[in-house]
């Protein structure tokens, strides 16, 4: 991770007593001094000003460089600024205020803030364990002493990647109180003295180095963190006017500046792009030399600019807030110093295992949830259902009382009575169920339906007994008309008025008949009256009832539509109800999909990692093999070229003796001729050799470039992969909209679900962001192969060049002088042997044509010889016997003649080919001399 130096400034208070003339002026993170020369104004990453607390610069600027030590990055504070303008004070605090939790400085706070973070880490993983040391030493006049052990002299040591401290001793600590201890012992041993500025004066450069390291397991996984936290206290930058000093003061003085003057070029240099690649002399001073790491290399470093507010002091603060400007223009690459060891698949896997047994756990949670919701549920039914149950025994118990009220009223007797007891019971029962008024209503619309019915029903008797009444009066009434009315007779003497008037006188019987008749009369008016009463009575009854009927509809149709709502309600309860199931099972499905797509997904990151931990290991194997190769040809060519190199000088030396002592015969010249031939055709089988290994070299070119093409594959393959799981995402944030809607038990499942993706998806961003620095990293290895692959390659090529150039050089050289010097004393040679051959030569030829003359003879003589034996033996050997043993004879003669002939003819040829591998070897040799 690149970043800038942080660069931060602190003002501290005026020390001027009474008016204060200052010169600095503070604005957030700008500052604006005023100089003789104008005002200037510089921006920095914040300047505290005189009445910020401790904890204030704490927190903002080394409380994160702390946090990130713990995470395994180098980190650097360190303060810079004139003498007394509270560099001590913002990196210790005021002396002997380490305990004090408002003045205690930097130092403390980092120190208390490293093991809070480490104690707080090493809660959260139970797994995690570390262990911090510190060394403390000071820079004075430029030597390094151990503020821990007696003041020691202690040495540097680059190893490349670090910078130790040899001698200085490095104690292991666990708490911060007993750091805190060595801290202060450390300052009380450390060089100061009173100049005119302050009266206790640091007078060399104070480190304080932690190494923290830390180690977290998880499964066969071992994570292995270091890292180092500098806090330094440099020395005031003043100039020696303002310090008035002198003596070994000036001496002192005169090493910090130098020590500063170099931390200045430094950092000028870089701060400055183009020259930051170059030569930084961070040698030329011990504290460049430490801090190196800290300026443009791998660590976290914020600075600290200390100044006076002052005026007398505008020209110091002018400079060192320019030295704080060149420091925000460093770029430093900090990087976690990790190392992983142990089985990084089966770690990955036992992770996944243990993420699978957790989702299985709250699965099963949420299930047992779910079923003791239910339960409960359930259980709730069970007491409404029961208590249903009992209203209904109740009610039953009010029907059975109502139906013998009802009885009893339909009896008849004490009507009134009755009915008051009838209104009672009801009453009761409708208090009773007061939850329930539609039974209220019906039942008081019963008792009135009855009140009508039993009205009527007396109605009916009472009519019954008007009708008798008036059919008794109508039987009086006839017997009366006829009692009246004359007979026929009389009828016909009817028209004879008043007479019969005057002579009709009715009985005391028929007057007793009329009384009753007048009687039943008023009865039946009574009766009439009573009827009408009635009729009123039951017309407003049955208004009444009509009424009672219109309401009891009414509220029936009130009720209704509340038990229709109702009704509606509990059906769309139900069917949320069922809908809700219905999603959970959907979410089962989905937690089951998820479950899959991550397993998959989890299958595809472990296939990943394994693609890229082979594609790793073949690029290393490649890597491996290209530069095993490149250095074995490297080696094979400079041995060879040594060997050739060697043996070139081993002749020519060689020659040189022979040419010197010229003892040695032609044909040994000629065997080292050959020799050198075949050198002459090794190298070309080296030439051949070297293309084919070029051609070598191409191929592996060719299967790097495969192998980018794979990353770049896997590459597009991991955002296919992200946006797999973003749609993923988009698919769970659906699901927990949709759940949102639902019932609570839904909620939680959901909420619980959304926690467990979460973390799987926190997981997977984690593995994606792993596999992205692993493909990165291999990126980055793989592009430093190639580019070492090229380098190697175009030195081995120059080597090559330049070795066969000079190898050429030397030969054409060794050649020409060789061919030179043995043309020459070639040429004598062949006089001289070819004058003594052929003086040898001449005589043995001699010698050999007399043998032969002689020879010849002693054929032609054993010819004739030959022809008189036959004649001898054809007259003399007559039996079969004795010519068949002359004939043996002569055979075993004759052989022994050949074999004495062959051998003449055996030594004949020696001689013949001596005398012509000499006029043979003429031409070979002058090819050779005169051959380019
Ligand atoms: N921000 C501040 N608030 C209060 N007092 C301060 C502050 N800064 C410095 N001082 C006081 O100023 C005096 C000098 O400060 P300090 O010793 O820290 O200076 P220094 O830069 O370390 O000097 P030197 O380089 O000579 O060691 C001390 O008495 C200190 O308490």
Request: proline residues 2%; aromatic residues 4%.
């Amino acid at each position: 991770m690149s970043q800038y130096i942080k660069c931060y400034g602190r003002v501290r208070p005026s020390a001027r007593l009474g008016a204060p003339s200052e010169s600095l002026f503070v604005g957030g993170r700008v500052v604006t001094i005023e100089t003789d020369n104008g005002s200037k104004r510089y921006e920095l990453h914040h300047i505290f000003d005189s009445s910020s607390s401790q904890e204030d610069v704490f927190g903002t600027v080394a409380k994160k460089i702390v946090e990130d030590c713990v995470e395994g990055y180098n980190g650097t504070v360190f303060a810079y600024g004139q003498t007394g303008s509270g560099k001590t004070h913002t990196m210790l605090g005021p002396c002997d205020s380490w305990t004090d939790q408002e003045l205690m400085g930097l130092i403390p706070r980092s120190v208390e803030h490293v093991f809070q973070h480490l104690d707080t880490k090493a809660k959260e993983c139970q797994k995690l364990t570390f262990s911090v040391s510190v060394e403390f030493v000071e820079l004075y006049n430029e030597v390094i002493y151990d503020l821990l052990n007696a003041k020691n002299k202690v040495q540097l040591r680059d190893s490349g990647k670090d910078i130790q401290l040899v001698g200085a001793l490095s104690k292991n600590v666990d708490n911060p109180l007993d750091l805190m201890h060595l801290v202060q012992k450390g300052w009380q041993e450390r060089s100061t003295g009173s100049t005119a500025m302050n009266a206790e004066s640091s007078r060399s450069h104070a480190l304080l180095i932690i190494r923290i390291k830390t180690q977290e397991r998880t499964g066969e996984l071992v994570k292995e963190r270091s890292s180092i936290l500098n806090l330094v206290d440099l020395a005031g930058s003043e100039r020696q006017t303002h310090t008035k000093s002198s003596g070994d003061r000036l001496k002192e003085a005169t090493n910090i500046n130098s020590s500063l003057t170099v931390l200045g070029r430094c950092i000028r240099l870089l701060a400055d792009p183009s020259k930051a690649k170059g030569h930084v002399p961070y040698r030329d001073s011990h504290l460049t030399h430490i801090l190196k790491n800290s300026l443009g290399g791998n660590s976290k470093t914020a600075v600290i600019v200390n100044m006076h507010p002052d005026r007398d002091f505008a020209q110091e603060s002018n400079s060192t807030l320019m030295f704080a400007q060149s420091c925000t223009m460093i770029m430093n690459i900090a990087t976690r110093n990790e190392v992983m060891t142990g089985d990084q698949e089966s770690s990955y896997k036992k992770a996944i295992q243990e993420l699978r047994q957790e989702v299985d756990e709250t699965r099963e949670k949420v299930r047992t949830e779910f079923a003791s919701q239910l339960d409960e549920a359930e259980v709730e039914q069970l007491r409404l259902k029961t208590e249903n149950n009992s209203l209904r025994l109740e009610n039953v118990d009010l029907r059975a009382k109502y139906d013998f009220a009802l009885l009893k009223y339909t009896i008849g007797s004490e009507n009134e009575q009755i009915v008051n007891e009838f209104k009672k019971i009801i009453s009761e029962f409708s208090a009773a169920n007061s939850s329930s008024p539609f039974e209220c209503i019906a039942l008081k619309n019963q008792t009135l339906q009855l009140e009508i019915e039993a009205s009527e029903k007396r109605y009916q008797e009472l009519q019954k007994e008007t009708s008798a009444l008036r059919n008794r009066y109508q039987e009086n009434l006839d017997a009366t008309i006829l009692m009246q009315t004359p007979s026929a007779k009389e009828r016909r003497s009817s028209s004879r008025p008043k007479r019969r008037e005057t002579q009709y006188r009715p009985s005391p019987a028929r007057m007793a008949l009329f009384a009753e008749v007048e009687t039943s009369e008023d009865a039946v008016l009574d009766l009439q009256c009573q009827n009408e009463k009635l009729s009123c009575e039951l017309s407003s009854l049955k208004d009444k009832h009509e009424e009672a009927t219109s309401k009891s509809i009414e509220t029936e149709r009130l009720l209704q539509g509340e038990i229709v709502a109702l009704q509606k309600e509990v059906s769309i309860v139900s069917e949320s109800l069922r809908k809700s199931e219905a999603v959970a099972e959907g979410y089962k499905e989905k937690v089951t999909a998820n479950n899959l797509t991550l397993d998959k997904l989890l299958l595809h990151i472990d296939a990943s990692r394994k693609r890229i931990a082979e594609l790793e290991l073949s690029s290393k194997e490649s890597e491996n093999r290209s530069s095993e190769e490149l250095e074995e040809q490297r080696l094979y060519y400079v041995s060879m070229i040594e060997d050739l190199e060697r043996k070139a000088s081993d002749e020519y030396a060689a020659l040189r003796e022979e040419l010197n002592q010229k003892t040695l015969s032609s044909n040994l010249l000629q065997v080292q001729v050959d020799e050198l031939q075949l050198s002459n055709a090794t190298i070309k089988k080296l030439n051949a050799d070297l293309s084919t290994k070029a051609g070598l070299i191409r191929s592996l070119e060719d299967s790097i470039e495969k192998k980018s093409q794979m990353i770049t594959r896997l590459e597009e393959q991991a955002v296919l992969d992200s946006s797999e799981l973003s749609s993923t995402k988009r698919q769970l944030e659906h699901s927990r909209l949709e759940a949102i809607q639902w019932r609570k038990i839904s909620e939680e499942t959901t909420s619980a679900m959304q926690t467990q993706l979460k973390d799987h998806q926190k997981d997977i961003d984690q593995c994606r962001h792993k596999k992205k620095l692993e493909i990165q990293s291999m990126q980055l290895s793989l592009d430093n192969a190639n580019a070492r692959v090229k380098e190697s390659e175009a030195m081995m090529k120059k080597l090559q060049n330049d070795e066969k150039q000079k190898f050429d050089m030397k030969m054409s050289e060794i050649e020409n002088t060789f061919k030179e010097k043995l043309s020459v004393s070639l040429k004598k040679q062949e006089d001289t042997i070819r004058r003594q051959s052929l003086a040898e030569n001449q005589g043995k030829l001699e010698v050999m044509e007399n043998k032969n003359r002689v020879l010849s003879e002693t054929i032609e003589s054993l010819q004739s010889q030959h022809s008189q034996d036959t004649e001898v033996i054809n007259a003399g050997l007559r039996t079969r016997g004795d010519r068949v043993g002359y004939v043996d004879k002569l055979r075993v003669e004759k052989k022994a003649l050949e074999e004495t002939i062959s051998q003449l003819r055996s030594e004949n040829d020696k001689l013949k080919k001596i005398m012509r591998g000499e006029s043979a070897n003429k031409p070979v040799l002058r090819s050779q001399t005169t051959k380019p």
